[in-house]
């Protein structure tokens, strides 16, 4: 026998060998067994008020031995959760389990292996070379004595153990640690994969998230690799290196192939060339409509589907809420739209998908917009006593703004046309005419065209401007016609001299039409007009200069006609007053200086003529600007030079 196996070791004066035997117990007390222990051993046995509270059945065969007697019943003991303790040469210490730990059991250095299997408590340090302390506290937890209420102590530094529990559970889990604590490369084998395609980081951080990634269905179980396989990325050589059984080889070899393949880039940058759009208004379209779609989708609780470039591995995809991906008529939210002012482009970069759909939405956009010439006359017209307006003087009927007939010839004022049943090719300023009436043909086609005459005012009439401008769909047009004149914005005076220092800047006074159209696909134009017409009414001394006294006249209005129908625009009426004198004698000097004047106040109102013609890319476009042109006196020059295409083969001459 060992010496020191038990805690309740007789005195010396007691021989261990000597024969005890035979022992009967029947449902005894603990008492009664701590008074047999304390015979047998000699020895004064210390003990709480309180045990726990059994009964102790035991028989003992009459060969046995007083060391056999006392070790079964230190088992005894144990089993029902007391424990013996070595207090000295002369003591021993009884204690429920519970408290055991922290009565300082024997600490045993050595093996436990060779020490007869026991119930006595005993305290001893595991120290593991190879295998992880740390996972083999989960593995021995559920072969621990639970009365002891003792759980294993970690030594991080040192990878031990210190676990406190009987010789017999000291002895298994010494045992089973001799058998995990050892080197595995035995059983390791390791294999490089060279790459070809993809990233050696890349290619371990997929392989992590597909092979030790948790389960993500519930009830499902995930599909893991042993804890002895290791997979590493060697970025200097763009490999992988894997470790581990060998049998595993054949899975992995299939594995890396398909995942090495050549792919293209999930994102792409492209140029896109515009012929008509502007680059930043398209550019700030296509990102009105991103952030919109993005709104849209977080408020409908949907993901905007992406597509990553970055090479961090990404965690395994969870139970969504909704659903992935968006439709396919939708961008990505790695979309980029750049606008190239030089060169009139939009660089992009995204998917294939964003490339896709910005080329078919760029190319509906990217369009050549409505033109449409406008052709505009601007007259003043006297009117008299009895005239309301204008058009009352001129003869015009103007029904919702257009000139839809003609009562009457004013002065400086005719109807150009022929008559409405004619056959003859008409050019685009012009429009067949009932020649007696001035009014719409049947088929609701203006009948007329007005004729104004340019020459300087001639009777109630004068005309101030005969312009023609051409502009694009929803494009404003401006025209000014009048001059520039110096007016007085502010002054400074110095403060020691007293002299005024005028603030002087340049003031546009004239007629400004500006016209905003609107242009449907059935020719229909729509337009916004604003009128501004400033004259000088007089002057007014500032600071000693002259200032003119600036008369302003606006109005906005917003009308719609066909292509070639005439709009006409008054109301900005005004009162002149002019000086009248009377000739005294047949001497115009002296006639004029010794005659008599009288003050003729005068009321004038402007009216403004616009014809809209739709431009639809054809040689008819120019037909009018072409006749008028040709007909002028310098007509041949003009033909000529237009004539004079470059490239163009010239004619041959005609043959006599």
Do not use: C
């Not at 072969?143 to 991080?156: E, I, M, Q, R």
């Not at 400033?534 to 006294?549: H, T």
């Not at 005659?595 to 120019?622: C, H, M």
């Amino acid at each position: 026998m060992v010496p020191g196996v038990a805690a309740a070791v007789p005195l010396p004066g007691l021989s261990g060998s000597d024969q005890i035997g035979p022992v009967i117990l029947r449902d005894e007390t603990v008492a009664q067994v701590l008074d047999l222990m304390q015979r047998w051993t000699g020895k004064s046995i210390l003990r709480p008020q309180a045990l726990p509270a059994s009964v102790y059945t035991l028989s003992l065969p009459a060969s046995i031995t007083r060391d056999e007697a006392l070790l079964a019943l230190e088992t005894l003991l144990n089993l029902n959760g007391i424990a013996v303790i070595q207090q000295g040469d002369k003591f021993l210490k009884v204690v429920p389990n519970l408290v055991a730990k922290a009565e300082s059991p024997q600490l045993i250095a050595g093996s436990v292996l060779g020490m007869p299997p026991s119930g006595r408590i005993a305290t001893k340090i595991f120290t593991l070379k190879h295998a992880n302390a740390q996972e083999l506290v989960g593995q021995i937890a559920s072969s621990l004595n639970t009365t002891l209420a003792s759980k294993p102590v970690y030594f991080g530094r040192n990878n031990a153990l210190m676990i406190t529990d009987s010789i017999s559970n000291l002895q298994t889990i010494e045992t089973l640690t001799a058998q995990i604590d050892r080197p595995q490369l035995d059983l390791v084998v390791t294999k490089s994969y060279p790459l070809k395609n993809a990233l050696a980081a890349d290619m371990v951080a997929k392989l992590t998230s597909m092979l030790r990634s948790p389960a993500t269905v519930t009830g499902g179980a995930p599909f893991r690799l042993s804890t002895g396989t290791i997979f590493l990325a060697d970025e200097r050589t763009n490999r992988v290196l894997l470790m581990g059984s060998a049998d595993q080889h054949d899975f992995f070899d299939k594995l890396i192939d398909t995942l090495d393949q050549k792919s293209n880039p999930n994102t792409k940058t492209d140029v896109i060339f515009l012929r008509h759009a502007d680059a930043q208004q398209v550019a700030t379209l296509v990102t009105s409509l991103v952030t919109g779609q993005t709104t849209a989708a977080a408020r409908a609780g949907n993901t905007v589907r992406t597509a990553t470039v970055n090479r961090a591995p990404t965690p395994a995809p969870t139970a969504a809420a909704g659903p992935a991906q968006m439709g396919a008529d939708e961008f990505s939210s790695n979309l980029t739209v750049l606008p190239d002012i030089r060169s009139n482009s939009v660089v992009v970069s995204g998917t294939h998908d964003d490339l896709r759909l910005l080329h078919e939405l760029i190319e509906k956009v990217d369009v050549v917009l409505p033109q449409v010439r406008i052709e505009v006359v601007i007259a003043e017209v006297k009117l008299s006593d009895t005239d309301i307006n204008g058009f009352n003087t001129l003869g015009l009927t103007v029904t919702n703004g257009k000139l839809v007939g003609v009562g009457g010839v004013g002065a400086g004022f005719n109807v150009n046309g022929v008559p409405a049943t004619t056959n003859t090719l008409l050019p685009q300023n012009q429009s067949a005419v009932n020649a007696t009436q001035g009014t719409l043909a049947a088929n609701g086609n203006l009948s007329a065209t007005i004729g104004l005459n340019t020459t300087p005012r001639k009777g109630d009439l004068r005309v101030l401007s005969v312009p023609a401008i051409t502009t694009t769909h929803n494009k404003e047009a401006t025209i000014f016609v009048g001059e520039s004149r110096p007016v007085i914005t502010g002054a400074t005076i110095a403060p020691q001299t007293g002299q005024v220092t005028s603030q002087v800047s340049q003031r546009d006074i004239g007629i400004q039409l500006k016209v905003l159209p609107l242009i449907g696909k059935d020719g229909a134009v729509q337009l916004q007009v604003s009128q501004s017409v400033e004259d000088i009414l007089g002057s007014v001394l500032l600071d000693g200069n002259d200032q003119p006294i600036i008369g302003r006249r606006t109005t906005d209005s917003f009308v719609s006609a066909m292509s070639g129908e005439i709009i006409v625009l008054g109301g900005l009426q005004r009162k002149v007053t002019t000086k009248s004198t009377s000739r005294l004698g047949p001497i115009p000097f002296l006639g004029d200086l010794f005659g008599s004047s009288t003050d003729v106040e005068e009321k004038q109102e402007l009216i403004i003529f616009l014809r809209p013609y739709v431009l639809n890319g054809s040689a008819v476009d120019n037909l009018d600007a072409l006749s008028r042109a040709t007909s002028s006196a310098i007509g041949p020059e003009v033909k000529k030079a237009l004539d004079n295409v470059p490239g163009k083969v010239p004619a041959a001459p005609a043959q006599k």
